[in-house]
């Protein structure tokens, strides 16, 4: 079964910010993440094809989500739609789906 992705925008909080200390992996499909919606829905998702092959803190790129769990609805995550990265319950980034 193909998985389907989105193109989506990332601005990582810097470290001060309450952001990450390391860069985060774009491209190697290792950072797997959460985004949290304004509707208060959690979509986990794994980053790859990223602009930059590490995210530094305080800096932006972006990526392919691919949605990665077969049954999840991740029908609210369309073009322009914006959320919270979460690493737990941190907020360590925000975002916007750009295609």
């Given at each position: 079964m193909e998985?389907?992705?989105?193109?989506?925008?990332i601005r990582f909080r810097s470290e001060d910010a309450g952001g990450r200390i390391?860069?985060?992996d774009l491209r190697?499909?290792?950072y797997r993440p959460h985004f949290r919606l304004d509707k208060g829905g959690y979509l986990?998702?794994?980053?790859?094809?990223?602009?930059?092959?590490?995210?530094l803190?305080?800096?932006?790129?972006?990526?392919?989500?691919?949605?990665i769990y077969p049954g999840v609805d991740y029908s609210?995550?369309?073009?322009?739609?914006?959320?919270?990265?979460?690493?737990?319950?941190?907020i360590v980034a925000t975002g916007e789906a750009i295609s």
């Open positions: 998985q389907k992705s989105i193109r989506v925008k390391t860069p985060a190697a499909g290792i986990g998702v794994v980053l790859i094809n990223g602009s930059t092959a590490l995210a803190p305080g800096t932006s790129a972006s990526a392919g989500a691919v949605l609210a995550l369309k073009t322009g739609v914006l959320f919270d990265v979460l690493e737990g319950a941190r």
